[in-house]
């Protein structure tokens, strides 16, 4: 079997409602630097765009689900 990933997406999301989930790319260990720091608790990122988006420790939506805050900077994504 061989261990072939696939290029990571520009936008990608790890919520499977979401129109940017990608289970291929998943599948896989992912890391994102946000302004050179690695950030571990990551949601969504666009590269082209420069944001990345965290999950709020505390506040929920209506649906239940943790908000999300946006971060903005210069985001780099690559498997670990």
């Known amino acids: 079997m061989s261990d072939t990933k696939p290029a990571l997406p ?3 999301s790890i919520n499977p409602r979401s129109p940017h ?3 291929e790319c998943l599948q896989h260990d992912i ?3 946000l302004n050179g720091k690695e950030i571990t608790n990551v949601e969504e990122y666009c590269i082209s765009e420069g944001w990345v988006k ?3 420790p505390r506040a929920l ?3 239940g689900q943790p908000m999300l805050v946006k971060r903005k900077g210069t985001v780099e994504a690559f498997y670990e």
């Open 10 to 12: 520009d936008h990608l």
């Open 21 to 23: 989930y990608a289970e």
């Open 31 to 33: 890391g994102i630097r």
């Open 54 to 56: 965290v999950a709020s």
């Open 61 to 63: 939506d209506r649906r």
